[in-house]
């Protein structure tokens, strides 16, 4: 009795103690996440170059958004298509060949493992340094024309044409498809066994087993996948900024890198942050959807 | 015998088509070999092997301060894997094993945070970082990963916490030690696979990371601060650095920042695999 008592006195300060461990990531959320949104929020709606000055200089309250859809629209609308377009194509044509790939190297095999390390080996390839290979692989004298020459094709314009520069872009994504063969894998190995195996006795051929077993098995990843996909393609940017040069500036001329130059190079926090919200919307709006739709995903255990 | 013969032609037919796609993969890889050790002369010609073998890519690249980028990259990622492996370890003990009021919301809301959009933060931190005066320094790349390491990596760490018997945390409370000593005696020891994973995919997304320096690093008067990914943009749009541009030196440049991230891969390939697919297969 008299130790239950003792405890019970203890209780607030114990509790104190064991939320001081999370305290790191409950600052860091306020300051790092909460704060930046709601200050840029504010900063949507007011007028504010930080080359005039280091507060923001009026509340404009609409305006900004205003001028996205009006003045600005003709460079927004355009960058808004570019992304739009880069992620409607991508973003099934990155998942179907990660899943085509993974199917032939989910099952142990003599050499499987091998072949997994080796088509993951250009996702080491960092960012920077991919732009300036692709860059010159590309080229006139690059490789890729070289070989295309070689086999009796035209040579191809890719990054030096606004026309062929998405089509190029694609490309060069395609060698980081590695990262989601890992996935899908993972995903398929964990598709027990004995489901296999009693399909098999049934006499299933690998179309059944592909349609019937594999792809339903693997819904929770598709899931995930486009989830991820849909937000990562909205955002890209860093990995166009060394291939997008004067001869293709339409044609790879992403949302991000709009807004990463309102807000970097011209000082325009004000119409930056708008920006910035209005993507943010946009994600949050196709990523809410997805969610809701989501009724054709098999979960083996209820979360 | 015929279902033999068309198992083993199916088998080969799969190696056959596995070696195309790998040879294809690798193809990027092995260009940027030959581009690296191309000579000055011979970078712009339309050959498929070097004219000329030369070294004169890295020569450039180590005349060009290409050192003293690693250094700053590597000072950059060191505080940042110290702050992520620190304080995520922290708060991931505080997730799992003790208990606090609203411990359940306070989880909720640091999972919300995985759902948002990554590089929409970085463009909404901007203005914050100007306002506290952090942009051209290392501050915005290395503080926020002492304030819990990100969320991902607090689930991660959390998850594997939780395979650590709650009996031996018992017994040591009972042999008088504190939840701190618990955590640092017991706890972490028991946990270094997934801690090691997450300093690993630090270290890497740090030496890779293009879009936080752009952002926050890029401004006049903190050339000197500048990571990799950073002063090889800089550099190779500099007139100063107009070797910068060549493709050999690109190359070679490329080829240096790529081998620890290849020598990390193949040594930790296994602890690699299995930390992505924890965070989302199980997750």
């Known amino acids: 009795m008299a130790l239950q008592s003792k405890r019970r006195k203890l209780k607030p300060l114990d509790n104190f103690t064991s939320f001081l461990f999370v305290l790191p990531a409950v600052l860091g959320i306020l300051l790092f996440t909460l704060l930046p949104m709601v200050s840029s929020l504010y900063y949507s709606f007011t007028e504010y170059n930080t080359m005039v000055s280091a507060s923001p200089q009026k509340w404009v309250g609409l305006a900004n958004y205003k001028a996205i859809f009006t003045t600005e629209w003709p ?66 004298y690059g490789h890729i024309n070289q070989l295309l020459v070689a086999v009796g094709l035209k040579p191809y314009a890719f990054f030096t044409s606004n026309d062929t520069a998405m089509t190029a872009f694609i490309l060069m994504g395609l060698f980081t498809v590695g990262g989601n063969i890992v996935l899908w894998v993972a995903q398929m190995k964990a598709i027990p066994d004995s489901m296999f195996e009693a399909a098999k006795l049934e006499g299933a051929r690998y179309p059944t087993l592909l349609l019937r077993i594999i792809i339903p098995m693997c819904t929770p990843m598709i899931f995930y996948n486009l989830v991820l996909s849909v937000v990562n393609s909205l955002q890209t940017y860093a990995s166009a900024i060394v291939v997008r040069t004067h001869l293709n500036a339409d044609a790879l001329d992403f949302y991000v890198g709009q807004v990463y130059s309102k807000i970097v190079e011209m000082s325009d926090l004000g119409l930056g942050s708008a920006m910035s919200w209005l993507l943010f919307a946009i994600i949050a709006i196709i990523a809410g959807v997805t969610f809701k739709f989501n009724k054709w995903v098999y979960y083996e255990e209820e979360m | 015998m015929t279902a033999v013969v068309k198992r083993r032609v199916v088998l080969g037919a799969k190696y056959v088509v596995l070696s195309v796609v790998c040879l294809l993969f690798l193809f990027p890889i092995f260009v940027m070999f030959l581009r690296a050790f191309t000579a000055d002369d011979f970078v712009f010609a339309s050959v498929f092997f070097p004219v000329e073998w030369s070294i004169s890519g890295f020569r450039y ?109 018992e017994a040591a409370k009972i042999d008088g030690a504190n939840k701190f000593t618990i955590y640092l005696r017991i706890v972490l020891p028991m946990c270094m696979p997934i801690v090691t994973y997450v300093m690993i995919i630090t270290f890497l997304g740090c030496w890779n990371d293009l879009m936080g320096p752009l952002m926050y690093l890029q401004a006049s008067g903190s050339e000197h601060l500048y990571t990799l990914s950073l002063g090889i943009y800089m550099k190779s749009l500099d007139p100063e650095f107009w070797q910068w541009q060549f493709p050999n030196v690109q190359m070679a440049i490329g080829l240096l920042m790529m081998l620890p991230c290849v020598v990390l891969f193949f040594l930790f390939q296994k602890n690699l695999i299995d930390g992505v697919t924890m965070g989302s297969v199980k997750g």
Not at chain 1, 109 to 136: E, K, Q
Not at chain 2, 142 to 163: D, E, H
């Open chain 1, 75 to 140: 460079k927004v609308g355009h960058a808004l298509g570019v992304t739009a377009l880069y992620s409607l194509i991508t973003i099934p044509l990155y998942m179907i060949i990660g899943f085509a790939l993974a199917l032939p190297l989910f099952r142990e095999a003599r050499g499987v493992r091998v072949f997994r390390t080796l088509v993951y080996l250009p996702v080491l390839i960092p960012m920077i340094i991919s732009g300036y290979l692709w860059n010159d692989l590309t080229q006139s």
């Open chain 2, 61 to 169: 690249a180590v005349d060009g301060g290409v050192f003293r980028l690693v250094l700053n990259t590597v000072a950059v990622a060191a505080l940042t894997i110290v702050g992520t492996a620190v304080s995520s370890t922290l708060c991931a003990y505080g997730f799992s094993k003790v208990k606090f009021k609203g411990q359940s919301v306070v989880f909720g809301v640091v999972i919300a945070t995985l759902m948002l959009p990554a590089v929409c933060m970085q463009l909404q931190l901007y203005s914050q970082y100007f306002n506290w005066g952090w942009i051209g320094t290392w501050l915005p790349l290395c503080v926020p990963a002492f304030f819990g390491g990100g969320a991902t990596n607090i689930f991660l760490v959390r998850q594997y916490m939780k395979s650590v018997p709650n009996s031996v945390c």
